[in-house]
C-alpha cells in the first residue's frame, strides 16, 4: 500500500488488521503513527497505544540484541537468517503460515531437525529446537500432508521415528510460546497436532487439485449462510462450518480442516464488504480490492507458491466477485428439490439458465438464429415470460450459450416430480419446438433420495435429488422419499433417523444415517439406501420417445418403441452400456411373477421394468413403460361441430374405450371410431387404449378442427366475441388444418402482430408479444382482437386482467373468494415493495390488508403465477418515520408526487449517490412477480428519465437481475435501441468519473482510467448478449466491439427482409415514408429503392434510430410497428440500427 494518502482512507478496523499483519514494519508503523494522530474515535486511540508501545519494545530489543551478539548455533543461525529475510528481529505473533516459509527455508529445517533428532536434542527439548520443530510441522501439513488425519506417527515420519511422544508435546508447547502463539484446547484436552495444523493454513493439495469444485461449493455455502443469518462473529461462522461439513470428501471432515475453510471464509466476507462499501458496485470487488488493498491477498489463512498462485486467485477472486446471497445460479439444468414449508415437504425445482449447451443437445435444425426459451407445459403454469435467451455457436464453437431473462433461479414449489420441465424454442424463422430442459425429465420411480442441499434465500430448508432407487452415497445422513404403504427394514439399530410429513398423504420421507432396506411388500426384491459408504452412481437408461398422438395421463408411466433394450450409464459422464446377465427383468401390471429379460422387448402394451443387482440382491431401480410399434399413432379430426373421427395407425387388434360420459365411440372399421359430442365438444379427448395384451394404457387425443379456432388449456373451444385474459393465453392453442395467419391488433388499430399458424400453435409463446402491445396502450383496460385472416366470423377480445377494480369501503375491501380457493386476494406495500401479503378476511366477502402493511398499498387478486385484476390503491399511514427517496411515495396529490419523483429520478440518473433510490428501483422490478410495472408511479415515470433507467440497467449484479430489467421495455412504453444516445453518453461518462474519483488519490489517474475502461468493457459485454446492436454504442467510446464479425451490409439487409416477408405475407401498404418526409427527414437510398410503399416493418429500425438520435418521438402506432418487427425479424432492425443512427447523424 505504502503512503499516507492511503491510509487515510482505510478504516479504525482495517487499520488494526494490518498493524497485526505488518507490525515487524518499522516504516509502516511509522505512517501508521502518524495516521492515528489524526484520529480521534475510542477504536483509534487504542490502536495508538498498542503502536506507540511496540515501537518502543522493538527499539529497546535492537538495542539489547546489539550489545549481547555473540556466536551462534545452527538452529539461531537459521532463526535469524528466517527473520533478517523478513526485515524482523522477532516474531510478532502472526500465525505460522503468514510467514510464507520459503522452499531454501524449508529444506534447510527439515536438514537441522534430521541433525537434531541423531543427536537426541529433540528428546530433551529447549525453547529454540521447539521453534524450529513448530515451524516446520506447520509447513509440512500445508506442503505434504496427504490426508488431515492427525496422528503423530503420520508427522514426518521419516524425521521423527524415534522421538518419545511425550517430547513432541514439550516441543509443540515450547514452540508455540517461542512463536507468541496459544495451544488449542477442546472440551476434553489439548490440541497439540490441531494447532499444528492449523498454523499451517489450508493444505496446498486442497487449493490446487483439479477437482476443487467441492472447495467452492463449501466455502461458498459457509458465506451465504453467514450472510442471510447476519453471522460475523468467528463462532457463528465456526458453527455453520462444522454444520454445513458434510459438504466436503470424507478425508477432510476433520475439525482442523473445518476451523480453516471458516477462517477463510470469515476474511472473504470482510474483504467482500469492504471492496463494495469501496466500490459501490461500480466494479468486481477483486478489481476494488487490487486498488485500494492491494496485499489482500497476503492476508488470508493460506500461503501458495508461485506457480500455484493462478489456479488460487481464479478459485478465490470468484468467491469475492460472485453472487452470494442466492442459490446457486450457473450452469445449464434442472435441479430437483423438496422444500420444508409449513412443517411439511413439498416437491420443486431450481432452473439454470446461465451456461452453455452442446449443438447436439437441441432439436433445432439450423443453428443461425437465436431462439427464446418460453415456458411450456406445466411450467407455464409456474413461470410466465420468456425464460431465457439462447445464442448460436460463433466460428468453431459447437455450443449454445444460453442467458437468463428472468430469475428463474429461486425455487418453485409444488412442481411435482411426474411433470416435465419443458420449454419451446422460438425463432422468426422457424416453428416453435418442444424441448425438455436438461435433467427435467419426470422421475417416475417410486423411491427417491435427496441429500442436504443450501438453504433458500428464506432460509428454508432444501434437499436435492441425487437418484432412484437404490443408492450409495457418502454423506453422513441421507433422504429417502417413498409411498407411506412401504416396508421399511433397518440393517441396524439407530439407522433411521426420523420420518416427516409431505406434501401429501400416501408418501413419508425417512432421514437415514445407516443402512436401510425399502421394499413394496414382501414378495419384492428389497432396494437399498446406503448412507456413509463408496460413491457408486449407476443410472437407468431408457431409449424413450415421444410425440405421434400419445399424450398419457398416467405421468408415471414413460412411452418407447418396440423391440426395446434398456441400457446402464456408469457415473455421471459414461456412456450408456447393454445390460449384463440377470440386471433386468420384466412383467406386466397385475402379474406376480418377474421374467429375466434375454433380449430386446418386441411385443407392446404396459410392462414394469425391474433393474437388479444380481451380486449384491437388491433392486436399484423400477419403471413402468409402454411400448408401441415403430411408426405407430393416434389421431383425431373434428367431423362435425359434435363429431369427431379416431384412427389407430400401425396398432393392429389395438381397441379403444372410454368411462367418460359426455361422448359416445363406435367403431366404424378397423382402426376408426367415430366419436359423437352429447354437449360442448373438448378438443382433448381422454381415451383409454387397448393392446392385445395386459392392462389398457389411459391417453389424451387431441382434436384437430375443421376451420382455424382457439382452445383454451381445459379443452373448452372459444366461441366468436369471448372475452379472455392475458393468463389464459398460457396453455391455449391456435388450430389450423391448413396454414393461415393469426393477426392480433389494439382494437380499432390497423397495426399489430401476425403469426403464422398450419397445424397447432401454442399461444403461450405469443404471451410476451401480446402483453407488450397491452403494457403501451394508454389505459390499463386496453383490449386486443384476434382473428385470422379471411376469417368472416368477429374476433376474439384480449384483455390484461380478467376482473375490474375491486370495491373498497374505507380501508376495507369488498370480495367472494371462490370455493376451491384458486384466486387470492394479496396487498403490497409500496414503501417496501419486495414482498407479498395475503389479505386477511374479518367477515364473509369484507377484507382487509395485514396489520404489517403500512403506507400506501396495492391490493389485487392473483390467480397462481397471474395477477388477474386492475390493482387497487389504498391509503395508508407510514408506521415509522420516512426518508430520503421514500417520502416522495407518501405525497398524496398525484402530480405533485409524480413531480417529486421525477425529480429524485432525474438526480439519480445524473449519477448522484441517491443509493436509496437504486435500492427501491431494484426491489420493485426484480420482484414484480406478474404485477404490472405500471403499478408504480416510480417505474412508470421511467421512460421519462431514460439516465435512470441505464443507470439501473448497468447497476444489475447477475445476469438474471439484467434480463428481468431488460424486459421492463416489453413492459412500458420504450425501447432499449430508442433510449437517447445523450442520455448513454451521460450514464456511461458518470460511471468513468466516479471509478476515476475513487482510484485516481490512491492509484494515480493511469491506472484509475484502466479501470474505468474495463468497467465500461464489462458493461459492454453484459449488454451486448441481450442485444447485439448496443455495440456500436460503445465503439464511440472508443472501444472495441465484442464481435468480430464484419457488419452486414444495409443493401443485404433490406433485400433480405423483403424476400422474407413476400413469402410470409405479414406486411401491408403504408404511408411511413410520406410521414417522415413530412417531418424533414430524407429516406435512406437503400429505402428508396425498395417498395416500402408495401412493407412496413422497412422503417422500424429508421425509427429507432431517429428516437435515439433524439430527433422524433414515437407514436403508439410507432412503436407497435417497431415491436411488431423486432418480433418477426429481430435480425433486420439490430442490424440496419447502427446503419440508420450514422446516416441521419
Known amino acids: 500500500m505504502g503512503g499516507e494518502t492511503s491510509l487515510s482512507h482505510l478504516s479504525d478496523r482495517h487499520l488494526a488488521e494490518l498493524f497485526e499483519a505488518r507490525r515487524h514494519d518499522k516504516r509502516f508503523l511509522e505512517l501508521l503513527n502518524e495516521e492515528l494522530k489524526q484520529r480521534s474515535s475510542d477504536e483509534a486511540n487504542t490502536l495508538h497505544l498498542k503502536v506507540a508501545a511496540l515501537r518502543r519494545s522493538l527499539s529497546s530489543d535492537r ?10 548455533g545452527p538452529v539461531r543461525t537459521w532463526l535469524q537468517a528466517f527473520f533478517g529475510a523478513r526485515g524482523m528481529e522477532r516474531p510478532d505473533g502472526r500465525p505460522l503460515y503468514r510467514y510464507q516459509m520459503r522452499d531454501v527455508e524449508y529444506g534447510r529445517a527439515k536438514h537441522l531437525l534430521h541433525v537434531l533428532a541423531r543427536t537426541g536434542r529433540l528428546s530433551s527439548p529447549d525453547r529454540r529446537a521447539g521453534a524450529l520443530f513448530v515451524a516446520f510441522c506447520a509447513e509440512w501439513f500445508r506442503r505434504e500432508a496427504e490426508s488431515t488425519f492427525l496422528v503423530w506417527d503420520k508427522l514426518a515420519p521419516d524425521l521423527f521415528p524415534s522421538v518419545p511422544y511425550t517430547s513432541k508435546q514439550k516441543l509443540t508447547k515450547l514452540g508455540l510460546q517461542y512463536w507468541g502463539r496459544e495451544l488449542r484446547r477442546s472440551e476434553h484436552a489439548r490440541e497439540f497436532l490441531l494447532t499444528l495444523a492449523l498454523e499451517g493454513g489450508l493444505p496446498s493439495r486442497v487449493l490446487t487439485e483439479k477437482e476443487r469444485g467441492w472447495l467452492r461449493a463449501y466455502l461458498r455455502t459457509i458465506m451465504r449462510s453467514a450472510i442471510s443469518g447476519g453471522a460475523d462473529a468467528h463462532e457463528r461462522i465456526l458453527l455453520i462450518a462444522s454444520e454445513e461439513r458434510e459438504r466436503v470428501p470424507k478425508s477432510y471432515r476433520r475439525d482442523d480442516f473445518v476451523e480453516l475453510c471458516a477462517e477463510l471464509a470469515e476474511k472473504l466476507l470482510y474483504l467482500r464488504n469492504e471492496a463494495e ?19 489482500w491477498f497476503e492476508e488470508l489463512p493460506l500461503y501458495v507458491s508461485t506457480e500455484n498462485r493462478a489456479p488460487v486467485l481464479e478459485l478465490l477472486t470468484g468467491l469475492l466477485d460472485e453472487r452470494i446471497e442466492g442459490l446457486t445460479t450457473e450452469g445449464v439444468e434442472v435441479r430437483r428439490l423438496l422444500v420444508q414449508r409449513d412443517g411439511k415437504w413439498q416437491p420443486a425445482i431450481q432452473i439454470l439458465a446461465d451456461g452453455e449447451v452442446p449443438v447436439s443437445r437441441l432439436p433445432v435444425a439450423s443453428s443461425n438464429a437465436r431462439l427464446r426459451a418460453i415456458p411450456s407445459g ?60 436438461p435433467r427435467g425429465e419426470r422421475l417416475c420411480s417410486d423411491l427417491l433420495v435427496f441429500q442436504e442441499h443450501e438453504e433458500t434465500a428464506r432460509g428454508e430448508k432444501l434437499l436435492r435429488f441425487i437418484r432412484a432407487g437404490s443408492v450409495s452415497s457418502s454423506a453422513n445422513h441421507l433422504y429417502v422419499l417413498v409411498p407411506s404403504h412401504w416396508i421399511v427394514e433397518p440393517a441396524c439399530d439407530g439407522a433411521i433417523d426420523s420420518v416427516d410429513e409431505t406434501w401429501t398423504g400416501d408418501r413419508q420421507l425417512i432421514r437415514i444415517k445407516g443402512t436401510v432396506y425399502f421394499s413394496s411388500d414382501t414378495a419384492e426384491t428389497r432396494f437399498r439406501v446406503e448412507p456413509g459408504a463408496d460413491d457408486r452412481i449407476q443410472q437407468l437408461h431408457l431409449p424413450s420417445a415421444h410425440g405421434n398422438g400419445f399424450d398419457l395421463s398416467e405421468k408415471a408411466v414413460e412411452i418407447a418403441y418396440v423391440p426395446f433394450t434398456p441400457r446402464v450409464r456408469e457415473g455421471e459422464k459414461g456412456s450408456p452400456r447393454d445390460p449384463r446377465s440377470g440386471e433386468f427383468f420384466w412383467r406386466r401390471p397385475g402379474e406376480r411373477g418377474w421374467q429375466p429379460l434375454e433380449n430386446a422387448l418386441t411385443d407392446s402394451g404396459l410392462f414394469e421394468l425391474s433393474w437388479r443387482d444380481p451380486q449384491a440382491g437388491i433392486q436399484i431401480e423400477k419403471r413402468v413403460v409402454a411400448l408401441f410399434p415403430q411408426d405407430a399413432a393416434v389421431r383425431g379430426d373434428m367431423k362435425t361441430m359434435n363429431s369427431a373421427v379416431i384412427r389407430l395407425e400401425n396398432l393392429p387388434d389395438w381397441t379403444i374405450k372410454t368411462s ?28 383409454e387404449l387397448q393392446p392385445p395384451a395386459g392392462p389398457s394404457i389411459k391417453t389424451r387425443v387431441h382434436l384437430t378442427g375443421r376451420d382455424a379456432c382457439i382452445v383454451l388449456e381445459n379443452g373448452l373451444l372459444l366461441q366468436p366475441r369471448s372475452r379472455i385474459d392475458l393468463s389464459q393465453l398460457r396453455g391455449a392453442i391456435a388450430l389450423s388444418p391448413r396454414p393461415t395467419t393469426l393477426n392480433i391488433t389494439p382494437k380499432g388499430s390497423r397495426t399489430g402482430f401476425r403469426r403464422q399458424v398450419e397445424g397447432e400453435l401454442p399461444l403461450g409463446i405469443l404471451r410476451e408479444a401480446v402483453g407488450e402491445m397491452l403494457a403501451i396502450m394508454p389505459s390499463q383496460d386496453g383490449v386486443l382482437e384476434l382473428e385470422f385472416i379471411g376469417d368472416f366470423r368477429p374476433p ?77 390503491p389504498i391509503v395508508r399511514p407510514a408506521r415509522d418515520q420516512v426518508t430520503g427517496f421514500s417520502e416522495n411515495l407518501l405525497i398524496g396529490d398525484v402530480e405533485a408526487r409524480q413531480n417529486a419523483l421525477l425529480q429524485a429520478l432525474e438526480s439519480f440518473g445524473a449519477s448522484h449517490e441517491e443509493r436509496d433510490v437504486l435500492a427501491w428501483l431494484q426491489d420493485a422490478v426484480l420482484n414484480l412477480n406478474g404485477l404490472p410495472a405500471s403499478a408504480f408511479d416510480a417505474l412508470k415515470l421511467l421512460p421519462r428519465v431514460p439516465e435512470a433507467a441505464l443507470r439501473l440497467l448497468i447497476s444489475a449484479s447477475n445476469e438474471a437481475d439484467r434480463g428481468v430489467i431488460w424486459a421492463l421495455q416489453n413492459e412500458l412504453p420504450f425501447l432499449w435501441l430508442g433510449v437517447p444516445l445523450s442520455a448513454w453518453a451521460a450514464v456511461l461518462d458518470a460511471e468513468c468519473s466516479a471509478i476515476r474519483k475513487l482510484l485516481e488519490p490512491l492509484q494515480g489517474p493511469q491506472f484509475a482510467m484502466g479501470v474505468a475502461l474495463d468497467r465500461l468493457k464489462k458493461v459492454q459485454q453484459h449488454l451486448v448478449a441481450f442485444e447485439p446492436a ?43 415514408g410520406k410521414y417522415l418526409e413530412s417531418k424533414g427527414f430524407k429516406l435512406h437510398p437503400e429505402i428508396l429503392s425498395k417498395s416500402h410503399e408495401h412493407f412496413a416493418g422497412l422503417f422500424a429500425p429508421v425509427l429507432l434510430a431517429l428516437s435515439a438520435l433524439g430527433k422524433l418521438r414515437l407514436s403508439q402506432s410507432a412503436m407497435l410497428l417497431v415491436r411488431r418487427t423486432l418480433r418477426s425479424d429481430p435480425q433486420y432492425v439490430t442490424g440496419a440500427w447502427a446503419h440508420f443512427l450514422e446516416f441521419y447523424n
Request: proline letters at 8%.
Open 1030 to 1072: 448496443l455495440d456500436w454504442i460503445f465503439t464511440q467510446f472508443d472501444l472495441p466491439p465484442v464481435s468480430v464479425d464484419e457488419r452486414v451490409p444495409l443493401r443485404e439487409l433490406t433485400s433480405a427482409f423483403i424476400t422474407s416477408h413476400s413469402h410470409h405475407g405479414s406486411e401491408s401498404p403504408n404511408e411511413m
Open 796 to 872: 376474439i377480445h384480449v384483455s390484461r386482467y380478467r376482473y375490474g377494480q375491486l370495491s373498497i369501503d374505507g380501508d376495507r375491501i369488498h370480495w367472494h373468494a371462490p370455493a376451491d380457493g384458486s384466486i387470492r386476494l394479496v396487498g403490497r406495500m409500496i414503501l417496501n415493495p419486495r414482498k407479498e401479503f395475503a389479505l386477511e378476511e374479518e367477515a364473509p366477502g369484507i377484507w382487509h390488508l395485514p396489520d404489517a402493511c403500512s403506507g400506501p398499498c396495492l391490493a389485487y387478486l392473483r390467480d397462481g403465477i397471474d395477477v388477474v385484476s386492475r390493482p387497487l
Open 277 to 295: 462499501k469501496a466500490s459501490g458496485g461500480r466494479m468486481s470487488n477483486s478489481s476494488i480490492l487490487d486498488a485500494i488493498h492491494p496485499d
Open 63 to 72: 538495542r539489547s540484541n546489539s550489545a549481547q551478539a555473540r556466536g551462534l
Open 378 to 437: 406445466e411450467l407455464g403454469k409456474h413461470l410466465s415470460g420468456e425464460l431465457a435467451l439462447l445464442e448460436p455457436p460463433t466460428g468453431e464453437q459447437k455450443r449454445w450459450r444460453v442467458h437468463p431473462l428472468s430469475r428463474i433461479s429461486e425455487v418453485i414449489a409444488g412442481y411435482l416430480f411426474e411433470e416435465p420441465v419443458a420449454v419451446s424454442l422460438t425463432s422468426p424463422e422457424e416453428a416453435p419446438v418442444l424441448w425438455t430442459w
Open 660 to 687: 367418460d360420459t359426455s361422448f359416445s365411440s363406435e367403431q366404424v372399421q378397423p382402426g376408426m371410431w367415430e366419436i359423437q359430442f352429447k354437449g360442448r365438444p373438448v378438443y382433448y379427448l381422454p381415451l
